[in-house]
């Protein structure tokens, strides 16, 4: 059963940085490409980076340029390095596999709010 752990999550004001992390259980993680979610109040689920395995990266529109995406693969970890943060990247931020092979396996996610 493969988990995903999310944290590194707060409230920053406009402008600030984040690094959220995401721990994978189970074995896929060396195996798979993975993605940073995002789910605001009132809109879908939508993916905001994506990670191969070999560290070649892709990124919304919306957060390229702010946003880092790296994972570590011999700590089964994944990180998001986020600057210039505005006030619609709240949300709350979840990890998994990319695409999603198991609708059922996220996890709590991590709330990030932008305010001042």
């Known amino acids: 059963q493969v988990q995903f752990v999310e944290s590194g999550g707060g409230l920053v004001q406009p402008g600030g940085s984040l690094r959220l992390s995401c721990g994978v259980s189970?074995?896929?993680?060396?195996?798979?490409?993975m993605g940073w979610y995002r789910q605001a109040p009132g809109k879908q689920r939508e993916l905001v980076a994506r990670?191969?395995?070999?560290?070649?990266?892709i990124y919304a529109d919306s957060v390229k340029g702010r946003f880092t995406i790296s994972r570590d693969n011999a700590k089964n970890t994944m990180y998001l390095q986020m600057n210039n943060l505005k006030p619609e990247d709240t949300a709350i931020y979840y990890c998994?596999?990319?695409?999603?092979?198991?609708?059922?396996?996220w996890g709590q996610g991590t709330q990030v709010t932008v305010s001042s």
């Open positions: 998994n596999t990319a695409p999603v092979f198991n609708a059922d396996s």
């Open positions: 189970g074995s896929i993680f060396s195996i798979y490409a």
């Open positions: 990670v191969t395995r070999g560290g070649s990266t």
